[in-house]
């Protein structure tokens, strides 16, 4: 019983007509099932059809699908998709085969195309060779045939000769000319040297002072941070720039420094009255100058 087990054998192969007879009653039936139907399908599936003339046919594919249909939500387009894909293999087994070439037709045929002379001048020359020596051919035609009737040759080179070197002279001058017009564009404006004209801290000061006894403290305080400002650069602690804030000159003066404290101050005033237009206190005045006399913008004898 299991000798005749062993030896039994196995499906027989189908023809070309019968796989697909196969394919298409396969399609048609996937069509109208519902999932429990799928299931019952998937059993009565081969995962591979033998098919006469050596080759195989795997629907491992088909039958996973249609296992997958009891929980499927999407199974009324799947099913339209599997349809589709077994008509597609349907034709393309109903296709005749293609004729193959063994390696020996290959290479014969491989040969023949590198020894057609079409193909031997492609591989030498390039197209834009053979493009330029046609243009080249084109313009000498048209010259042999209007002004070198009438020219030499030697007379032709002679005046290409002297059109090369008048050319070549005029790009170099107008080279020469851009190059001195940018040169000229370019020169630097000769500034004054030495130190910048600025009025010194001590008059800037003074006229803090007057403002500051006429009343007029709003614009007291402004003169005097110029003041302040303006001596400490006097001092080297700082250079002045009027692109700067109050609040940048204070950052650049070091914490340690002993004038710290007093621009401190006098930023702060200066802020809140100047900028805050904020009104300036009854001892305001006489606050400022105190400042300028701790920043040593005013002597003592001034201040007083």
């Excluded at 249609?66 to 296709?95: G, P, Y």
């Excluded at 590198?114 to 046609?134: C, G, M, N």
């Excluded at 700082?238 to 007093?262: I, K, S």
Aim: proline content about 5%; glycine content about 4%.
């Amino acid at each position: 019983m299991r000798a005749a087990q062993e030896t039994a054998p196995g499906p027989a192969a189908l023809s070309r007509p019968q796989l697909l007879d196969h394919l298409d009653a396969l399609a048609s039936e996937i069509e109208g099932l519902d999932p429990a139907g799928a299931v019952r399908l998937a059993g009565s599936i081969r995962p591979v059809e033998r098919v006469a003339g050596g080759f195989d046919v795997r629907l491992e594919w088909l039958r996973s699908a249609l296992v997958a249909a009891r929980t499927d939500s999407s199974w009324e387009a799947h099913r339209r998709d599997l349809a589709s894909r077994l008509r597609a293999m349907r034709r393309e087994a109903n296709q005749p085969a293609a004729a193959r070439l063994d390696d020996r037709d290959a290479r014969a045929a491989l040969t023949q195309v590198l020894e057609d002379r079409a193909f031997r001048r492609a591989r030498r020359d390039s197209w834009q060779a053979r493009l330029l020596d046609r243009v080249k051919n084109w313009l000498a035609d048209v010259w042999d045939r209007t002004l070198g009737r009438r020219f030499g040759t030697r007379s032709v080179a002679f005046v290409l000769a002297w059109a090369a070197s008048i050319g070549a002279i005029v790009v170099l001058l107008a080279a020469l000319a851009r190059a001195a017009a940018s040169s000229r564009a370019e020169r630097p404006i000769a500034f004054r040297t030495g130190a910048p004209d600025r009025t010194a801290a001590a008059v800037f000061a003074h006229e803090a002072l007057s403002l500051a006894r006429a009343g007029r403290v709003r614009e007291a305080v402004r003169v005097a941070y110029r003041a302040a400002v303006q001596r400490l650069e006097e001092e080297g602690a700082l250079r002045v720039d009027d692109a700067r804030t109050p609040r940048e000159y204070l950052r650049m003066l070091p914490v340690p420094h002993r004038r710290r404290p007093a621009l401190a101050a006098l930023t702060m005033t200066f802020e809140r009255i100047w900028y805050g237009s904020s009104a300036p206190g009854p001892d305001e005045g006489e606050r400022i100058v105190a400042l300028l006399r701790d920043l040593e913008c005013l002597s003592r004898d001034h201040a007083n």
